[in-house]
Each structure stands twice: as C-alpha cells, then as structure tokens.
C-alpha cells in the first residue's frame, strides 16, 4: 500500500523560484489537503480539497495555489518563492469530510528557501 | 477561535516510566479530539481519538479520556519503551468551524525514552 506519497522530499530554492510539490493518494479518498509545519507551530492548513475540481483555503493560503483534476493527485505550487516559505510540508487525505476520521499523511516535503 | 493548548517539550523518561502529556483546548462547537504521533523522519499518524465528551480513546498502551469539563484530553501511558520516542500532537476537528474537516493542531510535544 502506497498511501499518500509527496516528492520532493528535501528541495533547496532561491527567493523567487517556482515550484511544485507533488501529492498522490491511491486510497480513493475525497478529502485532501496540506499543511505546513514549523517549529513551536504545529501543523497549519495552507489549502483543502473536498472532491476533484473543488478547492478552498485554510488557515496560511498566500503564497500558495493548489489545483484538483483528479481524485488522486493534489499539487501544491509556491509561485514565488519567499524564506518564510521556508517549512516541512505535508499532505494528508480522508474518506469524505467527516470530522471524526482519520487523516493520512505523507512523510513530507522540506523546503528551505535561501 | 478554536485552539489546542500542549505541554511543552521535550519530555525525557526512563524505560518503563509513566507519561503524562497535558492537553488543553478551547472550542466552540462540538469538537472530535485526536493525538497524532510523529516519529523520526516520518508522516504523523493517528495514535487515538475520542469523539464525545467521556469518551476514551486508546491504542498501543496509550489512553486519553475526553473531559468536557476541564476542556482536556491528556495522554497517558503506564510504562514508554525506546520505541515510544517520538513527537505527540493533540488536534481537533469542529463540527461547527469546520473548514472541510480541518484538524486544529497543538504544538506537539516531544518525547524521548532512554533505556
């Protein structure tokens, strides 16, 4: 069982640079989102997804975009990237919305931006 | 609005010494309560949750008891071994707030066993 995979899982950018950080769930899932996690933080939601084609915002979303055009993938893509951007990202996905189920992560992406 | 509260780490114990990790929430709604365990290197995945007030959640020697009326759920294990080394995270959901299922998290706490 994959699970959830992210990659990259260790990226180094400059100020300004582009990229994508991919999610991929094979667990059928609706539900996916992704969060940053940063020291004496915890984990904040960047942005969610409740089924393909829809997205919304969490909690921290600037700097960030996200697109669902299937059930199983959910990139997240820093257009111009900042060093307060520098974090440990992670993916995680659900069967439905429910408030009571368990959320599956990935093992993260780190990013630092120079 | 809503926020989980932890005790601060890192906590360091004895092979087979009693953990207490405290956790503290406010919320407005009707609220699931989870902790999550991290371990080196890895994804966080979920140790326990209870989903009304009473409830008590439990899973590999670890327990936690929903108490609505100290807005806790702190985490207890009789006896941690080595392998128990990791970092713990209390979390919410809110039915009323809930931005698509999100989870609330504290700021994890991290535990280290040493044998």
């Known amino acids: 069982n994959a699970g959830v995979t992210q990659t990259p899982k260790f990226q180094v950018l400059k100020t300004g640079q582009s990229m994508t950080l991919q999610c991929a769930q094979d667990?059928?899932?609706?539900?996916m989102s992704w969060y940053r996690q940063d020291p004496g933080m915890g984990l904040r939601l960047i942005h969610y997804?409740?089924?393909?084609?829809?997205?919304d915002q969490g909690e921290v979303p600037n700097g960030y975009n996200v697109s669902r055009s299937t059930t199983e993938d959910f990139p997240l893509r820093l257009l111009s990237a900042a060093p307060s951007q520098t974090s440990v990202y992670f993916c995680?996905?659900?069967?439905?919305?429910?408030?009571?189920?368990?959320?599956?992560f990935g093992e993260g992406s780190r990013l630092t931006v120079l | 609005g809503d926020s989980v509260t932890q005790m601060e780490g890192p906590v360091t114990l004895s092979e087979e010494a009693f953990l207490t990790i405290n956790c503290t929430y406010t919320?407005?709604?009707?609220?699931?309560l989870f902790w999550y365990v991290q371990y080196p290197g890895e994804g966080l995945q979920l140790l326990l949750k209870?989903?009304?007030?009473?409830d008590k959640g439990s899973n590999k020697g670890f327990e936690a008891t929903y108490r609505k009326e100290t807005t806790s759920f702190h985490l207890e294990k009789g006896s941690v071994q080595v392998s128990d080394s990791a970092v713990y995270f209390c979390?919410?959901?809110?039915?009323?707030?809930?931005?698509?299922?999100?989870?609330?998290f504290g700021q994890g706490t991290e535990l280290s066993v040493k044998p």
């Open positions: 209870a989903t009304k007030a009473d």
């Open positions: 997804s409740v089924g393909a084609g829809i997205t």
């Open positions: 919320a407005t709604g009707y609220p699931s």
């Open positions: 667990m059928n899932h609706e539900y």
């Open positions: 995680a996905s659900r069967v439905g919305q429910g408030f009571t189920g368990e959320l599956f």
């Open positions: 979390a919410l959901s809110d039915m009323i707030y809930n931005q698509g299922g999100k989870l609330i």
